[in-house]
């Protein structure tokens, strides 16, 4: 009878461990979507000004109506709509290496503090944005391992956590 005990209460313990593991996951893939938006707004708020310092010289409206109307887009995005986010920031991005390469065809550009400055920070957040991404997507693999070993054992009748993360 004690053995019994002793198996109930180890069982017990290792569920309430995989519980706090799960509970854990999701804290920080809140956590790190968190940061990913802090960075992404950053990065955002910079491509107006970007945008006008290129278009005093080339005059060429055309070439901003994408990334303006991303910019605009983006700006009206909640937090529940955080993998579109990601997709506009994919695609701002894109827009972002097309007015770098317009940009390379005005030597007056190149030594312009002001546009280096913007070019670097928007280089940089985007970096950032980057690792962050890729942690994210450990995070996610890692608690739908969680999710699989809990869904495998006799956990899955104690802990009713089942929804697995797309990447």
């Not at 605009?72 to 909640?78: H, Q």
């Amino acid at each position: 009878m004690v053995i019994f005990y002793f198996l109930l209460s180890a069982l017990l313990i290792m569920c309430a461990l995989l519980f706090v593991l799960i509970l854990n996951k999701n804290s920080k893939i809140n956590k790190i979507e968190i940061k990913i938006l802090e960075l992404f707004y950053a990065k955002i708020n910079k491509i107006p000004a970007l945008v006008e310092l290129i278009r005093k010289e080339v005059e060429n409206e055309k070439a901003y109506h994408e990334i303006i109307h991303l910019h605009s887009e983006s700006l009206r995005l909640k937090f529940e709509a955080f993998y579109d986010l990601l997709e506009i920031n994919a695609r701002i991005h894109k827009e972002f290496l097309f007015l770098m390469n317009l940009s390379i065809r005005q030597p007056d550009l190149a030594t312009d503090g002001n546009f280096i400055y913007l070019r670097d920070f928007i280089i940089f957040y985007e970096k950032n944005i980057t690792k962050e991404i890729e942690k994210i997507n450990t995070e996610i693999q890692k608690h739908n391992g969680l999710i699989t070993l809990k869904n495998y054992t006799i956990f899955w009748l104690l802990l009713p956590i089942s929804r697995k993360i797309e990447l």
